[in-house]
């Protein structure tokens, strides 16, 4: 059975990387990183950081094309996603995003929607796995959210129809629906997991999360190797809390995929944790489940884990797996040592002593593979 994150590995093929490889080079991978605000400049700069030293173990480099968006780029170019932003994740095909705020109310439409609508990532992955030694209320979880990231109620069809009522459109669609299923599908048949469950509230919702589960089914169909199963949305809450195990792959639409991130992300040790990607069929964004957290932002205390892992995945993605591999080892052996944890997590450490602690962790890693190397 493949390792989880192996499903979003792609090849290096049509990438500057891959070209350079085939002529016997090495070129640098040419990432487009938006830092993000509130903690995002500090999660990111210590996952820049690891993965420099990562790619300088494993004979990999990069070459970052860093960004702003949000209001931080409103106030430079006036303008929230700036145009070469787009057309730097166009040419790179791969981003490593930190959180940008989006405000509540009125004020700017969400960047991450932008995003994940201008490049057609419709697949949203966030692998939920507890860490070794982080002690929590549910051990051995192994589950994979797999959520529907364009249509829905995050389409942001909303209009005061007269002062005191307003309307949210939500919009499913066949091909929409059958695609995130298929993607579902497909992950389970690669990765050998056992079982799908597609979350809805078709009670209510009779059209739209009836389409939804109407697709999913027929996309079951083809794969009789897979269990299929359908629970309401309402219920599946209640079940995660009761009894988590019996999860494998969550199949949802947009909005509940959201809401049981956040849960999902509590059962393993919250959100500092919890990894994800944006998949399309031609650009990839990862980017960590949870957001800006103002309350802890320019302390010094946020957990990068969550964007860690998420540039992990993109490791794989782009077919970097010693490095991936690399990064995941020194993650895993600062929690089991369980010295250098935030405190998010239970531990005291900031932002900065928990990368040190990886970079030893990694350090390490490479001494004992020269040793075995050396010892024959
Ligand atoms: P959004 O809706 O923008 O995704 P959210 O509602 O998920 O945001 P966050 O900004 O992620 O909210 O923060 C929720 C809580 O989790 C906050 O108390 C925050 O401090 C905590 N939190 C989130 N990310 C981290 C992190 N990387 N390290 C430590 N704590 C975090």
């Given at each position: 059975?493949?390792?989880?994150?192996?499903?979003?590995?792609?090849?290096?093929?049509?990438?500057?990387?891959?070209?350079?490889?085939?002529?016997?080079?090495?070129?640098?991978?040419?990432?487009?990183?938006?830092?993000?605000?509130?903690?995002?400049?500090?999660?990111?700069?210590?996952?820049?950081?690891?993965?420099?030293?990562?790619?300088?173990?494993?004979?990999?480099?990069?070459?970052?094309?860093?960004?702003?968006?949000?209001?931080?780029?409103?106030?430079?170019?006036?303008?929230?996603?700036?145009?070469?932003?787009?057309?730097?994740?166009?040419?790179?095909?791969?981003?490593?995003?930190?959180?940008?705020?989006?405000?509540?109310?009125?004020?700017?439409?969400?960047?991450?929607?932008?995003?994940?609508?201008?490049?057609?990532?419709?697949?949203?992955?966030?692998?939920?796995?507890?860490?070794?030694?982080?002690?929590?209320?549910?051990?051995?979880?192994?589950?994979?959210?797999?959520?529907?990231?364009?249509?829905?109620?995050?389409?942001?069809?909303?209009?005061?129809?007269?002062?005191?009522?307003?309307?949210a459109l939500k919009v499913v669609t066949e091909k929409g629906s059958t695609r995130i299923a298929r993607f579902a599908f497909e992950y389970a048949r690669k990765i050998g997991r056992k079982k799908i469950h597609a979350i809805h509230k078709a009670?209510?919702?009779?059209?739209?999360?009836?389409?939804?589960?109407?697709?999913?089914?027929?996309?079951?169909?083809e794969f009789p190797e897979i269990a299929y199963a359908e629970h309401i949305v309402d219920n599946t809450c209640m079940q995660l809390v009761m009894n988590p195990w019996q999860y494998d792959v969550l199949l949802t639409e947009n909005l509940y995929?959201?809401?049981?991130?956040?849960?999902?992300?509590?059962?393993?040790?919250?959100?500092?944790?919890?990894?994800?990607?944006?998949?399309?069929?031609?650009?990839?964004?990862?980017?960590?489940?949870?957001?800006?957290?103002?309350?802890?932002?320019?302390?010094?205390?946020?957990?990068?884990?969550?964007?860690?892992?998420?540039?992990?995945?993109?490791?794989?993605?782009?077919?970097?797996?010693?490095?991936?591999?690399?990064?995941?080892?020194?993650?895993?052996?600062?929690?089991?040592?369980?010295?250098?944890?935030?405190?998010?997590?239970?531990?005291?450490?900031?932002?900065?002593?928990?990368?040190?602690?990886?970079?030893?962790?990694?350090?390490a890693h490479g001494a004992m593979a020269a040793e075995a190397v050396a010892r024959g």
């Open positions: 059975m493949m390792a989880d994150s192996e499903m979003v590995a792609g090849t290096a093929a049509g990438t500057a990387a891959g070209a350079a490889e085939a002529a016997g080079t090495r070129a640098a991978h040419r990432i487009t990183l938006i830092p993000g605000d509130g903690i995002g400049p500090e999660v990111s700069g210590a996952v820049v950081e690891i993965l420099e030293a990562a790619g300088r173990a494993t004979g990999v480099s990069f070459d970052w094309h860093r960004f702003d968006a949000g209001a931080d780029s409103y106030e430079k170019t006036r303008e929230y996603i700036p145009k070469a932003l787009y057309e730097s994740i166009e040419a790179n095909r791969v981003a490593l995003k930190g959180p940008v705020t989006t405000p509540v109310g009125g004020g700017f439409s969400s960047i991450n929607v932008t995003l994940r609508k201008k490049f057609d990532l419709y697949a949203n992955f966030r692998p939920v796995k507890n860490l070794p030694g982080l002690q929590t209320k549910y051990p051995g979880i192994d589950l994979v959210i797999v959520r529907e990231n364009t249509e829905g109620l995050y389409v942001g069809l909303e209009q005061e129809i007269v002062p005191g009522v307003a309307t009670n209510i919702m009779k059209k739209t999360d009836g389409l939804f589960l109407a697709c999913a089914k027929r996309v079951a169909e995929g959201d809401i049981l991130s956040d849960l999902c992300s509590g059962l393993v040790g919250g959100l500092g944790l919890v990894p994800g990607a944006n998949l399309g069929t031609e650009c990839a964004i990862f980017e960590a489940v949870h957001g800006s957290a103002p309350d802890i932002a320019g302390k010094g205390l946020a957990n990068p884990t969550a964007l860690l892992q998420s540039a992990v995945l993109m490791l794989r993605h782009i077919d970097e797996m010693r490095a991936a591999d690399l990064v995941q080892a020194g993650i895993e052996d600062v929690y089991r040592a369980g010295k250098t944890l935030t405190r998010d997590v239970g531990g005291k450490a900031g932002t900065m002593e928990f990368k040190e602690a990886v970079l030893g962790a990694m350090e």
